[in-house]
């Protein structure tokens, strides 16, 4: 069965400091991996979109990386700020109907 | 350029009335998705439109509908509400339908309640 699986559910972090997301994915076959920030009552943004040869992707303060073979990915965010309190989504698009499989999102919370 | 919009923004509804949304698409898009994000989860992907034909259908009843109109907007209705369909409800539009690598834009989405 397709699955998207993110870890941790919760995070809190003080402003300046690096944290880590997690996602594993069963999806197959797989065709893309995507990270969204969803700040609460609002749509998605997407942050980035990788394909199966791309290792690594950056966006500003956010790095996503992909190992393919293992089926996992994280999301880095590098000296965070207030305004990244927010809910950080993992989506795995499947290569046969482009359906997109998603996570339940970890909810990060920046502490001043 | 006006990204995705969505109306209403919020609304509120009892047991067993019905309701439409209406979304209309980032400029330029042809492909319109409709998902249901409850409280604390990730969005669940209801159906998509594509030349005004529904083309991809997640698992939601037939109570869930939608219609795409030549200008590419959509709406989503929901008959016979139930307390369980509370819940935000997003568009999101893309470019080309089965395209692997098409970017999904989203509105603010519109928070639904069911009393």
């Known amino acids: 069965k397709n699955q998207v699986e993110q870890s941790p559910q919760s995070l809190i972090i003080l402003e300046g400091k690096n944290c880590t997301l997690q996602c594993n994915y069963t999806v197959s076959p797989f065709s893309n991996l995507r990270w969204y920030k969803q700040d609460t009552g609002r749509g998605p943004v997407s942050l980035t979109i990788?394909?199966?040869s791309e290792n690594t992707k950056s966006n500003g303060r956010y790095t996503a990386t992909l190992d393919a073979d293992t089926k996992q990915s994280s999301l880095h965010i590098t000296a965070s700020q207030l305004s990244d309190s927010a809910s950080y989504i993992c989506v795995v698009s499947e290569d046969s109907n482009y359906q997109l499989i998603w996570g339940a999102g970890t909810k990060l919370i920046i502490k001043p | 350029d006006a990204g995705v919009t969505q109306s209403p923004t919020h609304l509120i509804k009892t047991r067993g009335q019905q309701v439409t949304l209406r979304c209309s698409p980032k400029?330029?898009?042809?492909?319109v998705s409709w998902y249901q994000q409850a409280l604390g989860q990730g969005p669940q992907f209801i159906f998509q439109?594509?030349?005004?034909?529904?083309?991809q259908r997640g698992n939601f009843p037939d109570r869930f509908s939608g219609h795409q109109f030549p200008n590419y907007s959509s709406e989503l209705n929901v008959n016979a509400l139930l307390l369980g369909d509370s819940a935000l409800y997003l568009c999101a539009s893309s470019l080309g339908f089965s395209r692997a690598y098409n970017e999904q834009f989203f509105g603010p989405g519109t928070r639904l309640t069911v009393l």
């Open positions: 990788m394909t199966f």
């Open positions: 439109y594509y030349e005004e034909e529904e083309r």
């Open positions: 400029s330029g898009h042809d492909t």
